[in-house]
Structures are given as C-alpha cells and as structure tokens.
T-cell receptor, first 109, second 114 residues
C-alpha cells in the first residue's frame, strides 16, 4: 500500500528553527509537495521537490532523498504566524497526490 | 485568495436532504479536484476532472455525485448522506495533470450531516 508518515504535532519557540520530517512509500514517484494549512483555511503551496537535494525559499527550505523515501521541511526564524499544519504529499505514478495526515506546529513565545 | 472559490462555506443537512456544493476557479486551469478532509486524517481524493472529463473516481459512494459543466466550474451533489460524511470538502485546481503542477485549493465547505 501507499503510505506517508509525518509527526502528528511539534512545538517550537519563536525565533528558533524547526525541521518537520516526512517519509513515504508510494507506487512510483513524480515529486513531493509541502503545503501549509492554517486552522479553518485552505492548504497553500510551499514547495515542490522532484530531484534530490535542498530547495531554499526564504525562511523555508525543503529537502528530498528519493533513495531513502525521505523529505523534510525546515523553517527558520520562526514567527507566531507559522503556527499551522504542514502537509506532505507525494505524487504517485498515476499523478495523484498521496497525502500525509499533517504535522500541527505550535509556536510558543 | 487562491483564485478558487467555494460555496457555501458551511452547510448543515439532514440525512434525507439533497444539496450541492459549488466550486469555481478563476485561474484558467484545466484540472479540478474534490477532496474530503476529516480531522487528523489525510486528505482523501474523491474525484478528478481534466478538461471537463472525469479521470478518477476513488471508490466514492454513489451518494456523492460530481458534475463538471466546464473547466471553470465543479459541483458535488449530495443526497442521503450519513453522519460520517461530515467533514471539510475541499476543491482544488491545477494547470494540468502531471508533475510540476501544484494544486490551488479553495477555502472548503464545512459539512455537517445530522
């Protein structure tokens, strides 16, 4: 079967750095997406990785290792507004997104 | 604003009611999707349309009936739902199917079935 695993909840301090991990087992791989979802709002796109390595976009970076079935989202200089759920999703061989259950990130002052 | 709108934002219905959810995208995209999001569970893909044609139906019960009259509009018709169908229903669109195509989501319809 297809499976995406990510921690249910994480807590971090304002101004700090946090890494949210995602491991996957899917039938085929056509890229990995990270989305941010604030409570009661739509998921919004953060990053896309299809090749191994690190993609940096401002305070957010995403890393992919296809051989290990592993990705992480790195958030630097955390702000209170970063409190949200972070969703990892893998596009399988049928170009469908397989989603993780999301990681709820709580930022404390 | 993501360019994808959904109405209504909230809906309460009885098990014998018939209602419809509406989604509209203003992005010129060719693919549209319906997802179900339940608390602490992964998003579940329900239906996929590409150029108005349904390409996926992920074993969704027949009490959910999609309609895509054109590439900008998507409906989800609901009838004789069950309480376990209560969830957030999200619509999304992407330029095309395939990789490199990020999906843009609407704000969702919070559905409660009594």
């Amino acid at each position: 079967g297809q499976n995406i695993d990510q921690p249910t909840e994480m807590t971090a301090t304002e101004g700090a750095i946090v890494q949210i991990n995602c491991t996957y087992q899917t039938s085929g791989f056509n890229g990995l997406f990270w989305y941010q979802q604030h409570a009661g709002e739509a998921p919004t796109f953060l990053s896309y990785n299809v090749l191994d390595g690190l993609e940096e976009k401002g305070r957010f970076s995403s890393f992919l290792s296809r051989s290990k079935g592993y990705s992480y989202l790195l958030l630097k200089e955390l702000q209170m507004k970063d409190s949200a759920s972070y969703l990892c999703a893998v596009m399988d061989s049928n170009y469908q997104l397989i989603w993780g259950a999301g990681t709820k990130l709580i930022i404390k002052p | 604003e993501t360019g994808v709108t959904q109405t209504p934002r909230h809906l309460v219905m009885g098990m014998t009611n018939k209602k419809s959810l509406k989604c509209e995208q203003h992005l010129g995209h060719n693919a549209m999707y319906w997802y179900k999001q339940s608390a602490k569970k992964p998003l579940e893909l329900m239906f996929v349309y590409n150029f108005k044609e349904q390409t996926e139906n992920n074993s969704v019960p027949s009490r959910f009936s999609p309609e895509c009259p054109n590439s900008s509009h998507l409906f989800l018709h609901l009838h004789t739902l069950q309480p376990e169908d209560s969830a957030l229903y999200l619509c999304a669109s992407s330029q095309d199917l395939g990789n490199y195509n990020e999906q843009f989501f609407g704000p969702g319809t919070r559905l409660t079935v009594l």
